[in-house]
């Protein structure tokens, strides 16, 4: 018994996954990573204070314009801390800025994480992604 289904399990053709070339996420260049930039656009939005100190990010991007960021972060106050969508700010290329899709994660005293953060889809690429510190 053990053979024929080792048998039928063999000789069932293998289906491979066929990505949609559309939506496969692709690392884009972060020129803008630590250069100050002089957007005048939507200066008015504005990243939350806080503790939490943004170490390093990595831009990915899919040709159907979805934006995701990955980034590190650190609490570096002493207490918990919640970090959430209002606390980190996307600067586009075209100088607007965006705030990321909402999500929520608690950081203990000097916690360091590593994160998805989505932006969604858009046509302009992002540039730099700021914080309050």
């Known amino acids: ?40 656009r939507d200066k008015h939005i504005v990243p939350k204070r806080s503790e939490l100190q943004l170490d390093n990010y990595a831009l990915l991007a899919a040709d159907n314009g979805e934006r995701v960021a990955i980034v590190t972060l650190t609490n570096t106050a002493s207490g918990q801390r919640i970090f959430n969508q209002d606390h980190i700010v996307a600067v586009m290329a075209d100088c607007a800025r965006m705030l990321p899709q909402a999500f929520e994660i608690r950081l203990a005293p000097r916690q360091q994480t590593t994160l998805q953060i989505h932006f969604g889809r858009t046509l302009q690429p992002v540039l730099q992604l700021i914080s309050s510190q």
């Open 1 to 40: 018994m053990k053979y024929w289904l080792l048998f039928v399990g063999l000789s069932m053709p293998a289906f491979a996954y066929d990505p949609d070339p559309e939506q496969v996420l692709r690392f884009e260049p972060s020129p803008f990573q630590n250069v100050q930039l002089s957007c005048e």
